[in-house]
């Protein structure tokens, strides 16, 4: 954002504007009730960036926090803007690119401010239009917008503790769904999902089963003797344990045995 740029939505100076190129590329018509306006109220800020975002999935692009501005622990206004927004010089040959339209210095924004009077967030300027094509059709394929169902959630977890590859949890969405073009996700999604939720899930439950364990040994032998601290409940911090026989050598040796849980 250029200086002119951060002047004219500078709070003290705020113009109410609305901004529609013919020249925008969506390819998409949205209801009206969706689409962000001057002059639109919200109680909350998070209620106008949960809107905008609902209506760039509809359009087919994604969005971003460009700037806040806070005075004191209070925010005053947010800049939210096409995620293709900028410009800038890549280190990776266009022939490797994977994403090569990233970074079009896309227009397409919306401007929040907190009204003092009355406490509430309004819209003050809108920028409509794109630099680059919209594909409302594609737009659940955009990392904001990506979200896994429960059942392929549970799917993959059932896999993965079955042993199956993802490759293959994958694929097996792909046969039902007829094409991966019917997918809202790729494999990446299925891997990411696994290392984020579903290992979490199989550590949570070991640390359990390790202190459901540690309480049968000493109900079986009150000289066992053993303290296990979790952090969160979720994971072992740290673990000790001596049963009767290793308490009493321990008089004669001395010494403990260690190991790391990582």
């Given at each position: 954002?250029?200086?002119?740029?951060?002047?004219?939505?500078?709070?003290?100076?705020?113009?109410?504007?609305?901004?529609?190129?013919?020249?925008?590329?969506?390819?998409?018509?949205?209801?009206?009730?969706?689409?962000?306006?001057?002059?639109?109220?919200?109680?909350?800020?998070?209620?106008?960036?949960?809107?905008?975002?609902?209506?760039?999935?509809?359009?087919?692009?994604?969005?971003?926090?460009?700037?806040?501005?806070?005075?004191?622990?209070?925010?005053?206004?947010?800049?939210?803007?096409?995620?293709?927004?900028?410009?800038?010089?890549?280190?990776?040959?266009?022939?490797?690119?994977?994403?090569?339209?990233?970074?079009?210095?896309?227009?397409?924004?919306?401007?929040?401010?907190?009204?003092?009077?009355?406490?509430?967030?309004?819209?003050?300027?809108?920028?409509?239009?794109?630099?680059?094509?919209?594909?409302?059709?594609?737009?659940?394929?955009?990392?904001?917008?990506?979200?896994?169902?429960?059942?392929?959630?549970?799917?993959?977890?059932?896999n993965e503790e079955a042993g199956i590859r993802p490759s293959k949890t994958y694929q097996s969405f792909v046969a039902a769904a007829g094409s991966h073009r019917e997918l809202s996700f790729i494999e990446k999604d299925v891997r990411n999902y696994i290392t984020r939720e579903v290992w979490n899930i199989f550590q949570q439950d070991d640390a359990k089963e390790f202190g459901k364990y540690l309480l049968r040994m000493k109900e079986k032998n009150?000289?066992?003797?053993?303290?296990?601290?979790?952090?969160?409940?979720?994971?072992?911090?740290?673990?000790?344990?001596?049963?009767?026989?290793?308490?009493?050598?321990?008089?004669?040796?001395?010494?403990?045995?260690?190991?790391?849980?990582?």
């Amino acid at each position: 954002m250029n200086d002119s740029t951060s002047n004219q939505l500078n709070e003290n100076n705020l113009v109410y504007s609305s901004e529609t190129n013919h020249a925008d590329k969506t390819s998409c018509v949205v209801d009206e009730k969706f689409v962000p306006k001057v002059e639109m109220i919200f109680t909350i800020l998070e209620e106008a960036g949960k809107f905008y975002k609902h209506y760039s999935k509809l359009a087919g692009f994604s969005t971003k926090i460009r700037n806040t501005t806070r005075k004191g622990d209070e925010v005053k206004n947010q800049l939210i803007v096409c995620s293709r927004e900028g410009r800038w010089k890549s280190k990776i040959s266009p022939t490797l690119k994977t994403n090569p339209s990233a970074g079009l210095n896309c227009p397409a924004m919306i401007y929040v401010h907190i009204m003092k009077d009355v406490g509430l967030w309004t819209i003050s300027k809108v920028v409509m239009n794109h630099s680059h094509p919209c594909c409302p059709d594609q737009a659940e394929m955009l990392k904001q917008h990506k979200k896994l169902s429960m059942f392929v959630c549970r799917t993959i977890e059932t896999n993965e503790e079955a042993g199956i590859r993802p490759s293959k949890t994958y694929q097996s969405f792909v046969a039902a769904a007829g094409s991966h073009r019917e997918l809202s996700f790729i494999e990446k999604d299925v891997r990411n999902y696994i290392t984020r939720e579903v290992w979490n899930i199989f550590q949570q439950d070991d640390a359990k089963e390790f202190g459901k364990y540690l309480l049968r040994m000493k109900e079986k032998n009150q000289n066992f003797f053993f303290e296990l601290n979790l952090e969160g409940d979720h994971c072992i911090k740290h673990a000790f344990w001596a049963d009767a026989r290793s308490r009493a050598a321990c008089e004669y040796f001395g010494g403990v045995v260690s190991f790391d849980t990582t």
